[in-house]
């Protein structure tokens, strides 16, 4: 099977039909629920996917599906031994080895060719979504840091909607200049705040369709109850992630509003580290490390409701 001309594995079930990408990062390109008839990940107008090669520049290929981040999100330094880390990590753009699939399975794994770990991700389809497993390998005497999210982006409209734990109250901008939350490292409460420049209104668990802007922003506490989801009201469907917080502790928020090649959608991002650099979080002591000579294993699930 072919997806836009890249070779596809296809997971699928009475309510559910998933579509991976070994050769493209391991990306997820379709998560298609059959129950609402509706494709929640966003889907690009590509008709041809340009496979990346290492090191590539995420901003020059299709922002679509979900593609793993790992082991920084922003461009950054390592503070191991401070080689050069890409764009959105290493392994979007790496061709992932398929271990073995079947019906309701697919084992994939990924070694970096700079740094000394191997990253591996066993999915399984149940009923009514995905189970991700994740075990990330250090093959080194030294810990070695790491920033991993699921950059998920979703599709959004005017029904779309934001539900998380209640406790999450204040967000922390990390997006430069932003039009509606000021400058880098502004908080604002959530879900419901100020526009920085008119004091207008703003929920931050809906979307704006016509501001033509791009926002970023991390809750300032860690998680205490590990997932976060997304109301489709139109369509009286939800999509919920579930994750261990003592391994996944932080969420950020991506939300593209026609600021960036002219897309609408956002991402929700529970992640191992803030605030995308893990040179950054590495040295704020808000980021996960891989023991030398060991393991660090976490699970992602992506369930329908």
Known sequence: MNYKGVPAITLENEMVKATFLPSYGGKLCSFYDKQAQYEWLFQ?????LQVPSYGANFSHYDASGFDEVFPSIDASFHPLHGQPVP???????????????SASTLLLRVNSPVFPYTLVKEVELVDNGLHFSYTAINGSDDDFAFIWTPH???????????????????????EHSSHHLGEWGTRHRYPITKHAHTDERLDLSTFALQTKQCEKFYFTT?????????????????????????KVPYLGIWKTEGGYRGHYNFALEP???????????????????IPANGCYEWYFNMVLK
Not at 44 to 48: G, L, P, R, V
Not at 156 to 164: C, G, K, S, Y
Not at 272 to 277: A, E, F, L, S
């Open 44 to 48: 690009s107008d590509e008709t041809e």
């Open 87 to 101: 764009d959105h990590g290493e392994v979007w753009a790496m061709p992932w080895e398929c271990i073995q699939y």
């Open 152 to 174: 998920a982006l979703l599709n959004m409209d005017e029904h779309t909607r934001i539900i998380l734990p209640p406790d999450l109250n204040e967000v922390m901008n990390v």
């Open 222 to 246: 860690a998680l205490k109850e590990g997932w976060c989801g997304v109301l489709q009201e139109n369509r009286k469907r939800e999509l919920h992630y579930q994750f261990p917080t003592d």
């Open 271 to 289: 992640c191992t580290g803030v605030y995308d650099d893990v040179y950054v979080a590495h040295k704020q002591r808000k980021v996960s490390t």
